[in-house]
């Protein structure tokens, strides 16, 4: 009896994904056993279409591999055919090595809408002509309304009544907005969708997302409502200080199309056209960076229902459009991923109630006022941390982070913001004449649904707190796309931080298809003449000459998901621009050093007590991505491009050596970011990369034994210590909590990871208000050395998703275990070690079809296949 499984049956790297319209979707699969060596020799993937509207597709067999003799498959694709709203079903079978068939499990998917005539309707926005309801309150706080807001709409509420002419078999509502919204029918909100459709660059791609609303629509009378706001098309997210707001555009609009298909077979479609009409309801302004204000008294009722009287409502504004931006969501959308209590309420000084969540976050809260009197103003705001035990809030620049709830007077008073998203750990209510108890009071945590992929946990509580950190981080900041940081008038995809936090990031959780969707906006920021962005998309022309580091995330993101997820087709679609990229540099540079066009450059952001010198930093991730760009034409088979990628890198090493080197093979500048650019680009060998490797551990001594490095040397740091071997290094600055360090900001109660080494230390307070965020991924991307080095979970150098492992976990510091898991493309790897006097164990599990080199410290170098083994070892540690 064989004990192969498939499971995680995935399409596109999405679980079941209703309406997709990639040509030729990819479908795989990972695999497990409890005994060791198993593995798959062959795999059939067979694929039958059902529910189709077109009834001659129903229940058909629409393709099949046949019997594929491969052990392990990461992506097959999908060669049948693919008509608009068809629900495909595959089912997998697979033959183990000793010739049993195992049924391994289906699943399926569904296209959403393929061709441009498959789009009905147009645009349906609020008349601006319509009289919108004068801002007029009996004020219950007198800056109820700050400058910043008073100019945004309200959010529309837009909705049509229908007839459903006779029992439903099936129905599909594809919506998205120029703005964002929820939808609605009968009532019920529809879906888990947060701020959908997400940030793209709109004027080239917008996401529409597919909800199956079977259940909801009813024979008879029916209701489909809308409610949009401004979000990213024309809210104050941006960064452009000479427009506020107003990005894309100066007015929302919504677009939504209802498909029913009939128990008889017959359809009806219910478009966004002049049939609709709007109203202003309770929210009487929201934006992401600003907040939400809602004003009971404006509640519409039953708006969404079909029983509501909308005859007071206005006719919408519509607008056409030829359809030519749209496409179906590509990643899960981003959702409400988590609820926190309140765990403390003090009030401060002035009588406000500051509720702690213990954990900064990024969301929103619901609030349960429980009755209130009519009128009652009561304002919320949001923050990171305190200063004197009142709430900080001067990192936030022109964020403002602040609700507004107005009550009606109604016995139940439910707050909760629908349109905004905050970061904070700390909500300061001000209006109430009783705090909220504790239990009423929640934290709402949103994120891009990116499924968990890694666990690690240490002996080390602080360790393990740094790796909390640095997780929320990640889910604060993976929101649609990754962005700096969630709390200040920033939040953009910056593209140094998304680079050098990426491995960290794809080991926590699969972000395959979170960077696929991003990496499209990348590549279409990219200019005329080859240059990648700073952030995309990009909202100001300041970002659009990419700086060192920074744009050359273009290139550098494609191969690392390449290497994580085997995605050849991404690296194929990102091809072109890659080379573009290094072609423009070679350009603007030809004696190889890159002092042209060189952007905003930032050099090693952040750093402290250091500066790389920038030329020497700009030359050094030239020379990667000319690398790298070789290296993918090497994998896509275009061989006179890697020699010819390959020979250029080469010759932009020997420039780096021969400009930066000094006496004795110390590099200009001297940093510890110098030597780690140097060895962890492979720009320098022999005699050089010993001496870059010496001069390193002096400028890590040169600053007592602490790092100086900015987000560019810290990603580098404790990985390129291991590869020199020192390893003592790289576990003494990650346990010491002198500052600068990753612990300094544990044991200042940090529970994410700081923009800044120095984002408060007991010399100097706070730094500046007008740069410094408690929740900026970038430093955490030392999450990466705790996986592959610490853990020992790590692929070989050559090997691609996860095909071959390199298991050699490294022991050192005060640790006495360290266990890690991570879900691969092709199964589940795990690697846990303890020390116990000198014994050390470890145990470490690798998916069929993989094999493995564990390096078990203290002991011997193994070669293992699938399966969990047990290693034990005599280790004496140095400094034990
Ligand atoms: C952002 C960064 C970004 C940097 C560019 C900052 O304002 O928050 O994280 O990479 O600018 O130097």
């Not at 183990?96 to 195992?102: E, P, S």
């Not at 439903?168 to 964002?180: E, F, P, Q, V």
């Not at 302004?285 to 969404?304: F, H, I, K, S």
């Not at 955490?780 to 298991?807: C, D, F, K, M, P």
């Amino acid at each position: 009896m064989t004990t192969l499984q498939a499971y995680a049956l995935r399409t596109e790297y999405r679980e079941n994904p209703l309406g997709i319209d990639i040509s030729a979707p990819r479908l795989s699969w990972r695999l497990k056993s409890t005994v060791s060596g198993a593995a798959a020799a062959a795999y059939r993937v067979d694929v039958s279409s059902e529910g189709s509207a077109d009834q001659s597709a129903i229940g058909s067999a629409a393709w099949s591999t046949g019997w594929v003799d491969a052990g392990t498959a990461v992506g097959v694709t999908y060669d049948g055919p693919l008509n608009s709203r068809t629900r495909y079903t595959w089912s997998l079978t697979l033959r183990d090595t000793d010739q049993t068939v195992i049924e391994a499990g289906t699943a399926w998917f569904e296209t959403g809408l393929l061709e441009r005539d498959d789009f009905a309707g147009g645009w349906v926005a609020a008349d601006t002509t319509y009289d919108i309801p004068e801002r007029e309150f009996d004020p219950p706080v007198d800056d109820d309304i700050p400058t910043s807001m008073r100019h945004v709409p309200p959010a529309a509420y837009l909705r049509r009544a229908f007839t459903a002419r006779g029992p439903i078999a099936s129905a599909r509502l594809y919506a998205t907005a120029h703005g964002i919204y929820t939808a609605h029918l009968n009532g019920d909100r529809l879906g888990s969708a947060e701020l959908a459709p997400g940030w793209t660059d709109y004027t080239e791609r917008l996401q529409y997302q597919t909800y199956d609303v079977t259940d909801q629509v009813k024979e008879g009378e029916n209701a489909i409502g809308i409610v949009l706001a401004d979000g990213w098309w024309a809210g104050y997210v941006g960064f452009d200080a000479r427009r506020q707001g107003n990005h894309y555009g100066v007015t929302s609009e919504a677009w939504a199309q209802l498909e029913i298909t009939y128990a008889d077979g017959s359809t009806d479609r219910i478009v966004t056209d002049d049939s609709w009409q709007t109203a202003n309801g309770r929210i009487f302004y929201t934006d992401l960076l600003m907040g939400e204000y809602v004003d009971a008294r404006r509640d519409l009722g039953a708006w969404n229902t079909p029983e509501y009287d909308a005859s007071g409502w206005a006719p919408v504004a519509t607008r056409t459009d030829d359809f030519s931006t749209f496409l179906a969501q590509v990643d899960a959308p981003i959702e409400v991923i988590d609820e926190l209590p309140a765990i403390s309420v003090v009030i401060d000084a002035h009588g406000r109630a500051l509720y702690d969540f213990g954990q900064n976050l990024v969301g929103r809260v619901r609030v349960d006022f429980g009755p209130l009197a009519a009128d009652r103003s009561i304002i919320l705001k949001h923050g990171e941390v305190l200063e004197n035990d009142e709430l900080y809030t001067a990192n936030l620049r022109t964020a403002q982070q602040r609700d507004v709830y107005v009550s009606a007077g109604a016995d139940s008073n439910v707050f909760e913001p629908t349109f905004t998203l905050h970061g904070f750990r700390y909500l300061e209510i001000e209006g109430l004449d009783e705090p909220v108890p504790l239990e009423r009071v929640t934290a709402v945590v949103l994120s891009s649904a990116t499924p968990p992929a890694g666990t690690i946990t240490t002996s080390s509580a602080d360790v393990n707190q740094l790796i909390s950190n640095i997780a929320w981080g990640q889910r604060g900041n993976f929101v649609g796309l990754p962005t700096d940081c969630p709390q200040r008038d920033e939040r953009l995809g910056w593209m140094a931080d998304a680079q050098v936090f990426l491995p960290t990031a794809a080991l926590n959780a699969d972000v395959a298809s979170f960077f696929t969707r991003w990496l499209a906006d990348v590549r279409g920021a990219q200019t005329a003449e080859g240059s990648f962005p700073d952030v995309a998309p990009v909202v100001s022309q300041f970002f659009a000459d990419g700086a060192p580091a920074w744009a050359d995330a273009g290139v550098i993101i494609p191969w690392h998901l390449y290497r994580v997820y085997g995605d050849l087709r991404l690296l194929e679609t990102s091809y072109e621009s890659m080379t573009r990229w290094v072609d423009f540099i070679e350009k603007h540079n030809p004696n190889l050093i890159w002092t042209r066009r060189v952007g905003n450059h930032y050099g090693d952001w952040l750093q402290i007590d250091a500066l790389t010198p920038r030329p020497l930093m700009a030359t050094a991730y030239f020379a990667h991505s000319a690398e790298l760009v070789a290296k993918s034409a090497e994998a896509l088979g275009k061989t006179a491009d890697a020699a010819h990628y390959g020979e250029l890198a080469a010759r932009i090493k020997q420039a780096f050596v021969d400009t930066f080197t000094g006496q004795d093979g110390r590099l200009e500048g001297d940093t510890q970011t110098d030597y780690l650019l140097a060895l962890a680009f492979d720009l320098v060998s022999g005699e050089h990369r010993e001496n870059a490797a010496k001069h390193l551990a002096e400028a890590i001594d040169a600053h007592d034994g602490l790092l100086t490095t900015g987000f560019v040397g810290v990603s580098l740091l404790c990985p390129v210590l291991s590869e020199i071997g020192r390893d003592d290094l790289a576990f003494a600055l990650l346990e010491t909590d002198r500052y600068p360090s990753w612990l300094y900001s544990v044991r200042q109660g940090a529970t994410t990871i700081w923009e800044r080494w120095d984002g408060w230390t007991e010399h100097a307070g706070f730094q500046a208000v007008e740069m410094n965020s408690f929740n900026h991924y970038s430093l955490g991307s030392v999450g990466e050395w705790l996986y592959r080095y610490v853990a020992g979970i790590e692929q070989a150098a050559t090997s691609v998703a996860y095909e071959r492992l390199h298991i050699a976990p490294r022991v050192g510091g005060s640790l006495t275990s360290a266990a890690a898991s991570y879900e691969s493309v092709r199964g589940l790897i795990r690697s846990a070690w303890s020390l116990e006097g000198d014994a050390f164990t470890l145990d470490v599990e690798v998916p069929p079809g993989v094999t493995a080199t564990v390096v078990v410290p203290g002991g011997d170098t193994v070669e293992v296949g699938s399966g969990q083994h047990h290693f034990t070892s005599t280790l004496a540690l140095a400094n034990a």
